[in-house]
């Protein structure tokens, strides 16, 4: 989930879903790039329960613009709709180093449906290999080391789950349990466009900053709010810059998913 990330709702997932161009997370990929990844959600939520497996893959797009402000990522886009990306195909994806065996194999478009289980498919710090065969994608392959679960225990100075942010301030995020990885906090808004806000916070400290230089980027209002703890690795193939992520979707103190909307005043 981010992601995989707040756009997918990892735990949401589990079900037969197909991810295609048209997903928000399309829009958030810059040209170029994709995104496999595996992801855990441990909540109270009996429906999100379970692994999901995905792989997001498409062709460069031109009608988004991302860029860094204040250590944070900030994207821009109005790609939805009437502008279809073209599915990308890099083969049959194995994830090694799970419990049970996980793989995706696309479609005649080179969409990957994902593959959901309501089992939890890997341990924190369990080490999962993740390849391709290869495709219009070259083959590709790496190593990540899967994150712990972190328990969200305020946000902007809010114990456990916010109802509204104060985007003209840093917000201030503290957690327990995160022991690997980073911690990413992800605001979104937007249907027909999206903009987005993602900041990686690293997980031992047991707190970071959401800055408000980066949510000023933002308009106030309604938006979607996700935390989740995450593993990462960038890979080039023949042009293409691949994120292989695990990731485990935070909660809050009374085991609800991280997960929410929020009011940004």
């Not at 496999?36 to 999100?48: K, L, T």
């Not at 309501?118 to 495709?135: E, H, K, Q, V, Y």
């Amino acid at each position: 989930m981010a992601a995989v990330s707040v756009m997918l709702g990892l735990g949401a997932a589990c079900g037969d879903n197909s991810v295609t161009a048209s997903s928000p997370d399309a829009a958030m990929m810059s040209t170029g790039s994709g995104e496999i990844g595996i992801g855990d959600n441990d909540s109270a939520d009996p429906r999100a329960h379970g692994t999901i497996a995905y792989a997001l893959l498409m062709t460069p797009m031109s009608c988004g613009i991302r860029t860094e402000v204040a250590g944070c990522e900030v994207f821009h886009s109005t790609c939805f709709g009437p502008q279809p990306l073209r599915n990308v195909s890099a083969g049959t994806i194995h994830f090694d180093g799970t419990t049970a065996p996980v793989m995706l194999v696309p479609d005649g478009s080179g969409a990957y449906a994902t593959s959901d289980s309501t089992d939890l498919l890997f341990t924190p710090g369990s080490t999962i290999s993740i390849s391709t065969t290869g495709a219009e994608i070259p083959p590709l392959s790496g190593t990540v080391v899967t994150p712990t679960k972190v328990t969200v225990t305020s946000v902007g100075g809010v114990m456990g789950r916010p109802e509204s942010v104060d985007r003209t301030h840093d917000i201030v995020v503290t957690w327990i349990g995160g022991t690997t990885g980073d911690v990413e906090v992800g605001f979104s808004q937007g249907i027909d466009s999206l903009d987005a806000v993602d900041c990686r916070l690293p997980a031992g400290p047991g707190t970071g900053v959401v800055p408000a230089e980066a949510l000023a980027e933002l308009q106030s209002g309604g938006a979607e709010l996700g935390i989740f703890a995450e593993s990462l690795l960038m890979v080039d193939a023949g042009g293409w810059t691949v994120k292989l992520d695990a990731s485990v979707e935070a909660v809050y103190p009374d085991n609800s998913r991280a997960l929410s909307s929020v009011i940004f005043q």
